[in-house]
């Protein structure tokens, strides 16, 4: 699997959770849905990954 791939897939993943939640109650008694806040996600790019280790300073 690529990383675009992946990155797909967890997207898919993650809107597929986000239209279930739409209508489950948040802790003040009122769904997404009725607050307005759309099902989506918004990812951001990463710009870029160090798999170097960590320096302690």
């Not at 809107?15 to 918004?42: F, H, Q, Y």
């Amino acid at each position: 699997m690529t990383s675009a791939t992946a990155v797909d897939e967890g997207r898919g993943a993650l809107d597929n959770l986000l239209e279930r939640l739409i209508d489950v109650l948040t802790p003040t008694g009122v769904t997404p849905r009725e607050i307005g806040v759309p099902a989506t996600s918004t990812l951001l790019p990463i710009v870029s990954v160090n798999r170097g280790r960590a320096e302690c300073p």
